[in-house]
């Protein structure tokens, strides 16, 4: 069971992880239930490989396994501390640690397509952890386990996205696990350089989410009950200062939001929400990526059961 990419969740899977996640946070607050939780998968190991810089994620995972009992085998820059430097595919990668006999791979790589290129010759189940400006599903994950912490529900929601929405991998995984629920509307902002792919709204329009495109911020902010606001994802551009004007908010852009909306980032933020905004209540990305320990903790759980 590989998890490669947000469209192979179904809501019941979805509300189990979640669930899952709600009872891990739970006895984590104990030492005793740490313990416990502890014993869920002593023996284990998780080998994470990491082609592209991390913080939240990595490091968020190697927590979770170890939480759960999991021994941790990482390399962290594999772009040059593997033979990735020397010219080796990726499936010669990762025909070498499946045949380790690690019980889960956690791996990120800077090309779309490379981590499931990578689990189609492993028999042990691979994580994306982000794949280029491909897929995120973990990060859709714990993004939509925040949206349901702050409104109860995940169906029903005005969702603004701004930002880079061309490259953003975590744009199209987001908004793969919103169309899965009825009735959400997302309204995508970004300049015309930097729009939503097309294939996005492909699978948008055939699960019947509606959605529109605009670069009127203020507008959009004032009617949502989620922002999910994005980074230049400049390691893509060949030329970002071209393209990096506006989009930047602050404590009065963020005005205009409803008192029950709260604005979330996957991070790393660079400038585009100003630290003073992290004081306002609504500002929700830190608590965000806080949940994304026990959604991980939930999803490690999950593929080595079903796996
Ligand atoms: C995101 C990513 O790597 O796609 N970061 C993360 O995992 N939280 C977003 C980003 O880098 O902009």
Same mark, same amino acid.
């Given at each position: 069971m590989h998890i490669l990419t947000a469209e192979q969740f179904n809501t019941s899977q979805i509300e189990k992880i979640f669930r899952r996640a709600d009872y891990l946070r739970g006895q984590s607050a104990t030492l005793a239930g740490r313990k416990k939780v502890y014993k %869920? @998968?002593?023996?284990r190991q998780l080998c994470s490989i990491f082609f592209q810089p991390s913080t939240r994620t990595r490091l968020s995972f190697e927590i979770a396994a170890t939480k759960l009992g999991m021994g941790v085998i990482s390399t962290e820059n594999a772009r040059e501390h593997s033979s990735s430097a020397k010219g080796e595919t990726i499936e010669d990668t990762a025909k070498i640690l499946d045949g380790y006999d690690v019980d889960l791979i956690v791996m990120r790589h800077y090309e779309a397509g490379a981590v499931a290129r990578a689990a189609a010759v492993c028999k042990t189940p691979v994580i994306n952890a982000g794949d280029g400006t491909g897929e995120h599903p973990t990060q859709a994950l714990l993004d939509a386990y925040a949206i349901k912490q702050a409104h109860?529900? %995940?169906? #029903?929601l005005n969702v603004v996205i701004g930002g880079d !929405?061309? @490259?953003?991998?975590t744009v199209r995984s987001l908004s793969w696990l919103l169309s899965k629920y009825p009735k959400n509307h997302i309204v995508f902002v970004s300049i015309p350089e930097l729009r939503v792919g097309s294939d996005v709204k492909k699978f948008l329009k055939a699960s019947g989410t509606t959605f529109e495109e605009t670069s009127d911020v203020k507008a959009a902010l004032a009617g949502a009950d989620v922002v999910y606001w994005t980074r !230049?994802?400049?390691?893509? %551009? #060949?030329?970002?200062k071209a393209v990096s004007k506006g989009f930047s908010l602050n404590e009065k852009s963020i /005005? +205009?939001?409803?008192?029950?909306a709260i604005l979330m980032h996957p %991070?790393?933020? +660079? /400038?585009?929400?100003?630290?003073? +905004?992290?004081? /306002?209540?609504?500002?929700?990305y830190f608590r965000q990526a806080a949940g994304g320990l026990y959604v991980r903790m939930a999803l490690i759980d999950t593929v080595i059961q079903n796996g």
């Amino acid at each position: 069971m590989h998890i490669l990419t947000a469209e192979q969740f179904n809501t019941s899977q979805i509300e189990k992880i979640f669930r899952r996640a709600d009872y891990l946070r739970g006895q984590s607050a104990t030492l005793a239930g740490r313990k416990k939780v502890y014993k %869920l @998968h002593e023996g284990r190991q998780l080998c994470s490989i990491f082609f592209q810089p991390s913080t939240r994620t990595r490091l968020s995972f190697e927590i979770a396994a170890t939480k759960l009992g999991m021994g941790v085998i990482s390399t962290e820059n594999a772009r040059e501390h593997s033979s990735s430097a020397k010219g080796e595919t990726i499936e010669d990668t990762a025909k070498i640690l499946d045949g380790y006999d690690v019980d889960l791979i956690v791996m990120r790589h800077y090309e779309a397509g490379a981590v499931a290129r990578a689990a189609a010759v492993c028999k042990t189940p691979v994580i994306n952890a982000g794949d280029g400006t491909g897929e995120h599903p973990t990060q859709a994950l714990l993004d939509a386990y925040a949206i349901k912490q702050a409104h109860g529900r %995940l169906t #029903k929601l005005n969702v603004v996205i701004g930002g880079d !929405l061309s @490259h953003g991998r975590t744009v199209r995984s987001l908004s793969w696990l919103l169309s899965k629920y009825p009735k959400n509307h997302i309204v995508f902002v970004s300049i015309p350089e930097l729009r939503v792919g097309s294939d996005v709204k492909k699978f948008l329009k055939a699960s019947g989410t509606t959605f529109e495109e605009t670069s009127d911020v203020k507008a959009a902010l004032a009617g949502a009950d989620v922002v999910y606001w994005t980074r !230049l994802q400049a390691e893509y %551009l #060949k030329d970002p200062k071209a393209v990096s004007k506006g989009f930047s908010l602050n404590e009065k852009s963020i /005005d +205009v939001m409803k008192k029950t909306a709260i604005l979330m980032h996957p %991070l790393p933020r +660079v /400038d585009e929400i100003a630290p003073a +905004v992290d004081a /306002d209540p609504r500002a929700a990305y830190f608590r965000q990526a806080a949940g994304g320990l026990y959604v991980r903790m939930a999803l490690i759980d999950t593929v080595i059961q079903n796996g």
